[in-house]
């Protein structure tokens, strides 16, 4: 959780603190904190990276416009890429083949 990352243990709190962490996040500054969280090895910034994550591929038609896109470490780019590929075409449900004797 996000609110780990501070040190929240309030619940209600930690759920305010995510709300506010993801209402924060607009184009120009997403990159910069997906990638910090990414770096960072402290409870909670999987949460917030999960949000940054979810907030580039969804707004990715402006977010790629930004020139920090192109600092990023290639297997943060690579992450990028798929989501937004599963988001324009989810991955089929797996199915099972019977063959037929």
């Known amino acids: 959780h996000a609110s780990s990352f ?5 619940h209600r709190l930690k759920h305010f603190c995510e709300l506010c962490i993801k209402d924060s996040f607009n184009e120009t500054h997403v990159l910069q904190l997906f ?16 949000m940054a994550l979810d907030f580039i591929i969804s707004n990715f038609h402006t977010v790629c416009q930004q020139p920090a896109l192109e600092q990023l470490d290639r297997s943060l780019l690579i992450e990028i ?4 590929a599963d988001r324009l075409h989810p991955s089929p449900p797996h199915v099972q083949t019977v063959q037929l004797t």
């Open 6 to 10: 501070y040190g929240l243990t309030n």
């Open 35 to 50: 990638e910090a969280s990414s770096r960072l090895d402290v409870e909670g910034t999987q949460a917030v990276r999960s």
């Open 81 to 84: 890429m798929r989501g937004v």
